[in-house]
């Protein structure tokens, strides 16, 4: 990756050393990053102009789309996708060095949602009944551990929290699936893309959707538009509308440029379906050093 000097501000979830600082400082090494709580106050931080991006986590590859990232970009901001970041994500066990002696006898394990339940089966062979607890995120967790020596209680998170909280690692790659691999988006109230160099030379395209209502192979009719065209879809999720059971709305990521007349005619003819399409914008993937 190349880099350009910028002076931008980048809100990201924290605290410092989460996945997402990580994945923020590979990509923005000379920017000034902010810390956020939640995955909502990052995204309002952008809308808000307080900051000119924020990185937030969109999916995993063991447990799948975060599903507060994609309901609040779609019910609640209008912000662009301008670039999305590849992280590999490697979880670890780790106590205050007062505990090292006595990890085995854990009395509560805490990380962010997504940590733990990587960590599924690691958890429920090893420390079965011991209260799992969730916080906003694995750095927050290694936080709250280091800033309470006399329990003997366990983080989970990446090497640098250890580091940077001052905690041990006591088991190592603790994620029950070796392919595990965290994208996030990087966000902005333009649709634009990022001015980084990048290796990965496919752009890719983020489009929601909904459906014209009471159509019987509506998402058939959806499918077809994309696959006459030989366009290459890499996600179809949906989530719920929020107005009533069996009312979703679509994420659909394509392998191309929103601005190819393919593409455009694709949305065209998708319009003329009776579908209501927005364009997250077209970006490019950036992998974090591993
Ligand atoms: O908790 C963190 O460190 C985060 O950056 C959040 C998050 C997520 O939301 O999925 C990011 C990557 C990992 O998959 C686990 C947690």
Redesign the pocket.
Known sequence: MKHQQWEKRIA??GPE???????TKGLFPNEWLMPFTT?PDCIEAVSNDRVDFAV??VE?A??GT?TL?IDYLYHEADLYVVGEVL?K?Q?HLMVNKEQVNNWQNIEGVY?????LA?CHKYLFYRFSSVPLNQ???????AKYVAENPDKCIAAI??TS?AEKYGLEIVERNIHDFHF?H?R?FVLAKKNSRLPIETSEGKSKTTFMLTLPENVSGALHQVLSVFAWRRIDLSKIESRPLKTGLGDYFFIIDVLADENEPMVKGAVEELGALGCTVKSLGTYYTYLTPE
């Open positions: 990201y979830l050393a989460s996945f997402t600082y990580l994945a995955i937030v986590p995993n063991l447990e975060v990232t992280s994500i979880q990380s962010h949602s997504h940590a990587q916080t906003s995120s694995t750095a927050a967790a998170g990446n929290s595990n965290t996030f």
